[in-house]
């Protein structure tokens, strides 16, 4: 069966941005917090300026509150409305615009040998998570309430900013209940 771990709000460490304008709440950074791969985050913007300078790092961004904007050096810009996905290199690094004032987005960055993809959606109906060898699921619930779980009775309940990662030891796993919800598929 499936294993599930949780990563509640209490246990996501806030930190500050590469570039010192701002600060990000880690939800996951693997295999270790010096030399990783894979980063789950979710940052605070309160105004337009720069993002940091991050090589060989492709980033997916989804805005949680209000639209961003993101405007690159070479003038090609990028629009999202909340829980749309904006994907992009992390050098040369946006600068983030607001249109409508401040904003939390969440962030996937990978480097190296890493894949991965995040998808925004509103949680209504129970959504299976398909699980196969090498891949993994990282389940964030930006408000609502929902209960993930597996088919051999487990379960693991959700409250807002929680999240979770399904490590796949045979057997299906679904979350379920009502609001809105981040879903990171990352594979071996």
Request: aromatic fraction near 6%; hydrophobic fraction near 40%.
């Amino acid at each position: 069966m499936p294993i599930l771990r949780a990563i509640p709000r209490s246990r996501q460490r806030d930190e500050p941005w590469a570039n010192g304008a701002g600060s990000t709440t880690v939800i996951l950074r693997e295999p270790d917090e010096a030399d990783w791969r894979v980063r789950v985050s979710i940052a605070r913007v309160d105004r337009d300026g720069p993002f940091s300078e991050l090589p060989g790092t492709r980033r997916t961004l989804i805005p949680l509150d209000a639209p961003m904007t993101l405007r690159f050096p070479d003038g090609r810009e990028l629009t999202g409305a909340c829980f749309d996905t904006l994907q992009f290199d992390g050098s040369p690094a946006p600068a983030g615009l607001l249109p409508q004032g401040p904003t939390r987005d969440f962030n996937l960055m990978l480097r190296g040998d890493a894949r991965g993809e995040a998808m925004a959606q509103i949680l209504r109906h129970p959504t299976p998570l398909p699980l196969t060898a090498g891949t993994r699921w990282l389940v964030y619930l930006d408000n609502g309430h929902a209960l993930l779980g597996a088919d051999d009775g487990q379960a693991l309940a959700l409250n807002p900013h929680d999240a979770a990662l399904v490590i796949p030891e045979g057997g299906p796993a679904r979350v379920e209940g009502t609001g809105e919800i981040i879903l990171v598929k990352l594979y071996a």
